[in-house]
């Protein structure tokens, strides 16, 4: 396979609207600045249901040499839709922007410069703000601070979905085949050398986010479960002080008992008594629930994506 200098992916997920400016921005602040380097443009359409995908035969019939279309049979997700686009791109930089024109393409250079000079295999736009509502606003910092306190100490505040990795790291990624994960912790838990550059995220000027709130929370669980024991640990520790509790609490009703004061009489203290700890029991079960899908979602060893169509 020939390799090229940088190549660029941009998974596709109901994007019509802005998928031209995306990649005329692209080429003009990117492309045309960095003419002694070889480039190619890969669009990966995860499922669209709307008219995304003839919107990237317009570009590709103008762009021809540039742009290469991967068609995936449905809606994998932006994680394997990545994952298509690394398995086939031919760069020695891989570089993901999403195709909602938040992210200033222009930044990309600077990736370059820092990989190219500085020799950094991991380059990160970190969102340092959001010029976003202030629903999304609190829910994601709110997300990467219980990501850093949990799993990884050096997932910047703002998270990051726009960076450039090396083939090194894009093989290490490829490598895992690992299920219910998300990529930024597998970039970060790699500990290659990173370099970390502050931007402002702006607000979506076109369509609508499919970033629903149950891929949030999906997001949130993949991440905590993927890179931190805590979930485990706390039913240990939550298991522990409800024995101790309970221990000091038949001690203190036992001599009640003895002397004749018994604390609480009636069916109200008891029915409390159970519900409270069946809440515990279902909530740890729920919780080893989620290792033994994730252990056995791994055994399957199931395709992360099916390819329908590649249109090079």
């Known amino acids: 396979m020939?390799?090229?200098?940088y190549s660029i992916i941009i998974p596709v997920y109901f994007n019509e609207?802005?998928?031209?400016?995306?990649?005329?921005?692209?080429?003009?602040?990117v492309i045309d600045t960095n003419k002694d380097?070889?480039?190619e443009v890969i669009f990966i359409d995860d499922g669209s249901g709307d008219n995304s995908l003839n919107e990237l035969f317009?570009?590709?019939?103008?762009?021809?040499?540039?742009?290469?279309?991967?068609?995936?049979?449905r809606n994998f997700g932006q994680f394997s839709a990545v994952l298509a686009g690394y398995k086939l791109a031919k760069g020695n930089y891989l570089i993901h922007i999403s195709a909602d024109l938040q992210d200033p393409p222009e930044l990309i250079n600077e990736f370059l410069k820092y990989a190219d000079k500085d020799n950094y295999d991991i380059v990160i736009a970190n969102r340092e703000s959001r010029d976003e509502g202030f629903y999304r606003k609190i829910t994601s910092k709110?997300?990467?601070?219980?990501?850093?306190?949990?799993?990884?100490?050096?997932?910047?505040?703002?998270?990051?979905?726009?960076?450039?990795?090396?083939?090194?790291?894009?093989?290490?990624?490829?490598?895992?085949?690992?299920?219910?994960t998300f990529l930024q912790g597998q970039i970060l838990w790699t500990g290659y050398k990173t370099k970390f550059i502050p931007y402002e995220r702006k607000r979506r000027e076109h369509g609508k986010s499919r970033w629903t709130f149950s891929r949030k929370v999906k997001f949130l669980i993949d991440g905590v479960m993927a890179?931190?024991?805590?979930?485990?640990?706390?039913?240990?520790?939550?298991?522990?002080?409800?024995?101790?509790?309970?221990?000091?609490?038949?001690?203190?009703?036992?001599?009640?008992?003895?002397?004749?004061?018994?604390?609480?009489?009636?069916?109200?203290?008891?029915?409390?008594?159970?519900?409270?700890?069946?809440?515990?029991?279902m909530l740890m079960l729920g919780i080893i629930g989620e290792y033994v899908w994730r252990t056995l979602d791994q055994s399957r060893n199931r395709l992360p994506y099916i390819i329908e169509d590649i249109y090079e």
């Open 227 to 281: 890179y931190s024991y805590f979930p485990i640990r706390l039913m240990s520790i939550v298991g522990s002080i409800t024995a101790l509790i309970g221990f000091i609490y038949a001690i203190v009703v036992f001599f009640a008992a003895i002397f004749g004061n018994v604390p609480f009489k009636g069916f109200a203290p008891i029915i409390i008594l159970i519900l409270v700890l069946s809440g515990f029991q």
């Open 2 to 5: 020939k390799k090229i200098d």
């Open 142 to 180: 709110f997300f990467y601070w219980l990501m850093r306190k949990l799993s990884l100490k050096s997932m910047p505040l703002g998270g990051f979905d726009f960076f450039l990795i090396s083939s090194k790291i894009r093989d290490i990624i490829l490598s895992r085949n690992e299920p219910n």
């Open 37 to 39: 380097k070889s480039c």
């Open 58 to 73: 317009l570009l590709k019939n103008e762009y021809p040499e540039i742009i290469k279309i991967i068609k995936l049979t």
């Open 17 to 29: 609207e802005s998928l031209a400016l995306t990649f005329q921005s692209v080429k003009e602040k």
